[in-house]
């Protein structure tokens, strides 16, 4: 408990230097023990920034260069953000869809990061953009203990970082400015919207849409008020209208349509 205050006060000391993030992750790491942690700052439907990570040169590759180009659109923190989730700590199996283990994005993105779990604390800035402080473990999962501890520091958590990164909104750049620097800045809802446009049915967009961020045909079903055979339907014709035999082949075409360049 005294190491615990003793690093809050230095937490509090820290507040609007470089040093800031840093000492937010000792004081964390004092309560559960973790590998890595990393801060996105998220404002709207623009691409998220990355205020502090302490990965090593490949991790970080993974983490958040590879992460920014595209597959944080299909990330439940990013979606979480999007609907303006509660300010708390969230286990990221808590705001997963049902098939999110067994689907294209944790197979072809998720998995590489080699995670046993990863929680983040979502914070609300005064100016609306969501700070996401992320703790992440290699070995094993978080401890109900250890969650509910965390939780138990949430409030000097929000406090901190609420007057270290205020104003961070306006690190996103202009609304025309973000628009003009890449696709990505689109919503993810206009993302499925456009995505194999001419081709597909809009409800075939839908059913891409909900396969791709991990629901199962049932949840997708219930979704769409439809029935799961009828959402397996839809997959089979649009597997065979785009020319692709499996899932991954699809998350691969998803990401590349939001990496083309929009004059195309």
């Known amino acids: 408990m005294d190491d615990l205050i003793e690093a809050t006060g230095t937490l509090v000391e820290a507040i609007g230097t470089e040093q ?3 000492h937010l992750s000792n004081a964390l790491r004092g ?8 801060i996105f700052g998220y404002f709207g439907t623009a691409r998220p920034l990355d205020l502090f990570d302490n990965f090593p040169t490949k991790k ?8 920014q180009e595209g597959p944080y659109l299909l990330d ?8 303006q989730v509660d300010s708390g700590l969230y286990r990221i199996r808590d705001l997963a869809p049902d098939r999110f283990f067994q689907g294209e994005y944790f197979r072809s993105y ?26 992440m473990r290699a070995e094993k999962a978080f401890s109900q203990k250890e969650v509910r501890r965390l939780r138990q520091y949430f409030p000097v958590v ?9 104003g961070l909104s306006a690190q996103f750049g202009t609304a025309d400015s973000a628009i003009e620097n890449s696709r990505l800045h689109r919503s993810v809802e206009l993302a499925f919207l456009n995505f194999g446009e001419g081709i597909l049915t809009p409800r075939e967009r839908q059913v891409v849409e909900f396969t791709l961020k991990g629901h199962s045909a049932e949840a997708a079903g219930k979704i769409l008020e439809i029935s799961p055979g009828t959402v397996r339907i839809h997959r089979r014709n649009v ?12 998350f691969s075409k998803f990401i590349d349509a939001l990496v083309a360049d929009p004059s195309n």
Request: charged share 30%.
């Open 239 to 250: 597997y065979s209208k785009l020319r692709i035999r499996s899932q991954g082949e699809l």
């Open 76 to 83: 439940p923190f990013f979606l979480a953000c999007e609907k």
């Open 60 to 67: 970080r590759k993974v983490f958040v260069e590879d992460y």
């Open 31 to 38: 309560i559960a023990t973790f590998d890595y942690t990393v």
């Open 110 to 135: 998720y998995k590489r990061t080699g995670l046993a779990e990863e929680i983040g604390f979502f914070i609300e800035m005064p100016d609306k953009a969501i700070v996401v402080v992320s703790m």
């Open 158 to 166: 929000r406090s901190a970082c609420r007057h270290h990164w205020k």
């Open 20 to 22: 800031f993030a840093g």
